[in-house]
């Protein structure tokens, strides 16, 4: 049977070698598959070749190094080719923002193109990269208007839910696998790849597994607004909202994950997918004015953070202030949309002194941050020497772990502002902190 032969045949290409597409060509080969992870940015196909990753995650470099060994993992740039070669393909291009909110979808229908002009023979193509809804209907009638012939093929959507810093356990160790498929081929073909997880398995028509991407991630961040909000709340009246996320986190109708107030969500993800979501809802008819409000929220505790600088410094102009935490979160060095940059350009722009350190993100950073009034220092002992103000922006460990009573000795006032919620408020004011942090 031709569904057999496509199984048996197993030859992936994953299309895009960004986050979720190199993660999860590394996950398909070390579950036995042949995987081609191909990209049209040359020089990132040069340097995976020679084994050099072109972002940090954690057990990522491993997991390549090995099945490129195990001759499992290969990469290419040219894509018409790959196609060629694969019958199961995976779509993990980017799906940037537009300035209306909209996704920019051109990569995902240039690749829906390619498909349709070089496909030879049945083939899948797994939509993996986050799309708005009916996007998978688009690339069907992409690929009908422009293949060459009657070639059989299906569309499936397959969202991926892996978050970067834990992206290689989340491969493997899904909450849940969502497929959207229109044929029981399809379904056959997707059910057999995943079978060495173990893990439920949901079988839904496209257009609803492009929600349930777009939704949970949108819940996430409408939970995370929704702390910031309640750690507004705190602030104004002396509570703390730590203790009130886990008071209501011991719920388990809430559950107290992603109940952690701060200086809000970042990353490449969450901003986006809630204003596509936000943008096609209203496309289709309906006004998701809740997820307006989410947005807002998050931007909103950006400013407050630095209002809370200023509480404390009254004026910015020419205060040294160390900004500890660069990347959006821990454990990766992803700087898109880092809660960080709107806070450093605002300071700089207050024209006080920045010192800055992220474990990960240097050299990241160096695009997003301003030019002037910001310096990299290569230590967090040396970023805080001689500062007015230690900020905390992100939960790295090695902040966690630090020395306090040196760092108190390095500053000039010991004043510290913690973005996270990150510290033992008790034990740094019996170090002899002024503590400031968001609701507690
Ligand atoms: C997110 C989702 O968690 C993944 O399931 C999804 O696959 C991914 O987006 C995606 O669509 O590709 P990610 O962006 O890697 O993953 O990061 P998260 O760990 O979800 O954190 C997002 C942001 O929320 C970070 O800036 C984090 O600091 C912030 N956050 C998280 C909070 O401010 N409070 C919390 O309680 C939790």
Not at 130 to 136: E, F, L
Not at 166 to 190: M, N, Q, S
Not at 384 to 405: H, N, Y
Request: contains cysteine; glycine residues 6%; aromatic residues 8%.
């Amino acid at each position: 049977m031709a569904a057999d032969k496509a199984t048996k045949k197993k030859k992936i290409a994953v299309i895009g070698a960004g986050h979720v597409g190199l993660v999860t060509a590394a996950a398909f080969a070390e579950l036995g598959h042949s995987v081609t992870c191909v990209d049209n940015d040359k020089k990132k196909i040069v340097h995976l070749k020679k084994q050099i990753l072109p972002f940090f995650e954690p057990e990522l470099e491993e997991l390549v190094k090995k099945n490129i060994r195990k001759k499992k993992l290969s990469f290419s740039h040219n894509v018409g080719e790959s196609i060629r070669l694969c019958n199961i393909l995976f779509i993990a291009v980017g799906t940037p923002p537009q300035a209306d909110g909209a996704a920019d979808l051109s990569a995902v229908e240039n690749i829906a193109r390619l498909i349709a002009r070089n496909m030879k023979e049945y083939t899948l193509i797994v939509e993996k990269s986050t799309v708005p809804v009916q996007t998978g209907i688009k690339i069907k009638e992409t690929i009908m208007r422009y293949r060459r012939g009657d070639i059989p093929f299906d569309v499936a959507s397959n969202p991926e839910f892996l978050r970067e810093g834990k992206a290689v356990y989340d491969c493997f160790y899904p909450a849940r696998i969502v497929i959207g498929v229109e044929t029981e081929r399809a379904e056959k073909i997707l059910k057999d790849l995943y079978a060495p997880l173990k893990v439920p398995i949901i079988t839904t028509d496209m257009n609803t597994a492009e929600i349930i991407k777009h939704a949970s991630n949108s819940f996430l961040a409408t939970k995370i607004s929704f702390i910031n909000a309640v750690s507004r709340i705190c602030d104004l009246t002396g509570a703390d909202v730590k203790k009130v996320a886990q008071g209501m986190g011991l719920d388990p109708r809430i559950g107290r994950e992603f109940l952690d107030a701060g200086v809000g969500y970042g990353g490449f993800c969450f901003p986006k997918d809630v204003e596509a979501f936000s943008y096609i809802s209203k496309k289709v008819g309906y006004e998701f004015r809740l997820l307006d409000e989410v947005k807002k929220i998050n931007d909103d505790q950006r400013r407050y953070f630095v209002e809370k600088i200023r509480e404390h410094l009254w004026v910015l102009k020419d205060k040294k202030i160390a900004v500890l935490g660069l990347a959006f979160k821990p454990d990766t060095d992803d700087m898109r949309f880092a809660p960080s940059i709107e806070i450093i350009h605002s300071l700089v722009s207050c024209n006080a002194r920045l010192r800055v350190y992220d474990p990960q993100a240097m050299n990241e950073a160096k695009q997003f941050l301003p030019k002037r009034g910001v310096r990299y220092a290569e230590t967090l002992y040396e970023a805080v020497r001689g500062c007015d103000c230690a900020c905390f922006l992100t939960q790295w460990q090695e902040f966690v772990s630090a020395d306090f009573k040196k760092i108190k000795t390095l500053m000039k006032l010991p004043l510290i502002i913690d973005g996270r919620n990150m510290f033992d408020k008790k034990e740094l004011i019996r170090i002899g902190f002024t503590y400031a942090s968001i609701g507690r």
